[in-house]
């Protein structure tokens, strides 16, 4: 009774699967992605921006060759950083890697509930809402995920999103300041922060994934509170990636976690997928798993059959 169970897009596809008894549903957002081990010997044309995206491969046959290959790639600050040349074999080994850390860090966390309207305020119809069931004793819910599909340059199918991956000379110590369309070798690693006594642990890569998140009428996914820093005129320039500790622990902060913020993709998309007027709910696994969340009383009602109100 899903009303589309798969949606393409350009911004990004998804799929969503009923619940069978003792399995949730599930929603997967797909995003094909195209890595560009960036060459560094190529350069943004004159008079554009140090940041433009050049989207310019080079690819070396031999560790010997990748190291001759050098030249200065700026970041996202425009600060200059010596680069050398990708070899085939150590990209191919980033790539695995860089979908791993990246799924890693989405998945696992993220739940929608459905919302509790009935098809005659614009909501599910029973039939639907039934479809979130997987066992009588657990909350109706999506269990939401990440799925990166790398697309090899030799594919004529078009990305969703490109990155432009810079392969760093010398080790940079993460200063090398990533934005969504240029990432360096060094952002699969955790990035550690300190703000106001508390430490954030991020996967840089996961991040910038998340930007490319977008809505289509959208370049990319915002920031955690970029809003609310435009909108107060905050001067602080760490104010959009969350100005107390509760926003800053997100995905689209400094954080890991996927908080309601960071589900925006999934919520937009839902909608979609099911034809529900009404916003789906956020919540984590976590609470699912302790128990924080209730059985509402339309799934009593379907579980038990004591109300039909809703054909
Ligand atoms: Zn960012």
């Known amino acids: 009774m899903i009303r589309q169970p798969a949606i393409k897009s350009d911004n990004y596809d998804s799929v969503i699967h009923a619940a069978t008894p003792g399995q949730p549903a599930t929603m997967t957002i797909r995003l094909k992605l195209r890595l560009i081990a960036r060459d560094p010997a190529a350069q943004p044309p004159p008079g554009s921006a140090r940041r433009t995206p050049v989207w310019v491969e080079f690819l070396a046959p031999t560790p010997a060759a990748a190291a001759a290959r050098t030249g200065i790639v700026f970041d996202a600050n425009g600060k200059p950083f010596?680069?050398?040349g990708w070899e085939q074999a150590e990209?191919?080994?980033?790539?695995?890697?860089?979908?791993r850390v990246v799924e890693t860090a989405w998945n696992n966390q993220l739940i929608l509930l459905p919302p509790e309207p009935g098809p005659e305020s614009g909501g599910l119809s029973d039939a639907a809402w039934r479809d979130f069931i997987s066992s009588p004793g657990v909350p109706a819910h999506v269990r939401c995920g990440l799925e990166i599909e790398l697309l090899d340059g030799?594919?004529?199918?078009?990305?969703h999103s490109r990155m432009e991956v810079a392969r760093l000379a010398a080790p940079a110590n993460q200063q090398f300041r990533s934005r969504s369309l240029r990432i360096s070798n060094e952002d699969l690693d955790v990035k550690i922060r300190e703000r106001d006594g508390a430490t954030y642990r991020q996967f840089t890569a996961a991040h910038e994934v998340g930007h490319r998140l977008r809505s289509p009428a959208e370049d990319f996914l915002e920031h955690v509170e970029a809003e609310e820093a435009e909108a107060d005129g905050a001067t602080d320039k760490h104010a959009p990636y969350g100005r107390v500790a509760g926003k800053r622990m997100a995905m689209m902060g400094i954080g890991s976690l996927v908080t309601r913020y960071d589900a925006i993709p999934w919520l937009r998309r839902i909608v979609t997928h099911t034809g529900s007027l009404f916003e789906w709910d956020?919540?984590?696994?976590?609470?699912?798993?302790?128990?924080?969340?209730?059985?509402?009383?339309?799934?009593?009602?379907?579980?038990?059959?004591?109300?039909?109100g809703h054909p």
């Open 82 to 84: 010596r680069c050398r």
């Open 91 to 99: 990209f191919n080994a980033f790539k695995i890697r860089f979908k």
């Open 154 to 159: 030799s594919l004529a199918a078009t990305p």
């Open 282 to 308: 956020y919540a984590h696994r976590v609470q699912l798993e302790r128990r924080q969340l209730p059985v509402s009383p339309r799934q009593n009602a379907l579980v038990n059959g004591t109300v039909s």
